[in-house]
């Protein structure tokens, strides 16, 4: 549950300033599209760190810095080898994730 609350924040968070910043007609500071970038990225490293021990899936030691540092990478590996053909639609729907502060800042950039 506590998780569900990180992860409403973090992206809430991001979709906000993002359709701030896109409704004003500017883009978002480095600085803060670098930190929305990586809570992200931390967030998805601790849910598939966790996700892994749930499922008794033997990680390597350096697993979660690999997730952290190359998640678009690895998170489809990953998801294909625990779940098979089903966990393509989660990685999906994580992508989409990933990519819904920078589609709310187009559309509200478009809708002003």
């Not at 004003?24 to 998805?44: I, K, T």
């Amino acid at each position: 549950m506590c998780m569900k609350i990180v992860w409403g924040l973090v992206i809430g968070i991001s979709i906000l300033h993002y359709a701030v910043m896109g409704y004003a007609g500017d883009y978002p500071s480095r600085e803060a599209e670098n930190l929305m970038s990586w809570a992200f990225a931390l967030m998805l490293a601790y849910w598939c760190l966790a996700d892994a021990k749930r499922r008794g899936y033997h990680r390597p030691y350096e697993f979660g810095a690999f997730l952290f540092f190359l998640w678009p990478v690895v998170l489809p590996a990953y998801l294909l080898h625990t779940r098979g053909w089903r966990g393509l639609p989660l990685c999906a729907g994580l992508f989409v994730l990933a990519l819904l502060p920078w589609l709310s800042g187009v559309a509200a950039y478009y809708a002003y």
